[in-house]
């Protein structure tokens, strides 16, 4: 049977929703939609781009407790409520993902917290 087991980054949302921010389902790993907070303090900045960056830092922390890095991310969707928000944050979605190229999505979509900006989730594969 494959391992299958549930992360969790301490965020409040995780406990009041009822979800995980990711899990392990044996190779593979399924990171939640994951906004800007910093979950240590569950503040969120005003700047998209600061967002993104957080957003990211959020996720690489997700995929270590799994086992994986930013190099074993397959998949990755953008949820951002503003397409004119988009643009400014590819240098850094370029920095992180640039020579992971992992296949991509961009969706304009309402979330759930006026002060998000962009949320991320990613799909990864641990390696050997």
């Known amino acids: 049977m494959t391992e299958r087991r549930a ?39 005003d700047d998209v781009v600061e967002q993104a960056e957080q957003c990211l830092r959020n996720v690489e922390a997700a995929l270590a407790e799994a086992g994986c890095t930013m190099a074993d991310v397959v998949r990755v969707r953008y949820l951002l409520p503003d397409r004119a928000d ?27 917290d006026p002060r998000m900006r962009f949320e991320i989730e990613v799909d990864a594969r641990r390696r050997g």
Do not use: K, N
Not at 13 to 22: K, N
Not at 38 to 43: E, F, G, I, S
Not at 86 to 112: D, H, I, N, S, Y
């Open 7 to 45: 992360i969790f980054s301490g965020s409040t949302f995780e406990e009041q929703i009822g979800y995980a921010r990711a899990v392990v389902d044996g190779d593979r790993v399924h990171v939640s939609g994951t906004t800007g907070f910093d979950y240590a303090t569950m503040t969120i900045a």
């Open 86 to 112: 988009f643009e400014p944050c590819w240098p850094t979605l370029r920095r992180w993902f640039g020579e992971v190229r992992p296949a991509a999505t961009m969706l304009v979509c309402g979330l759930a």
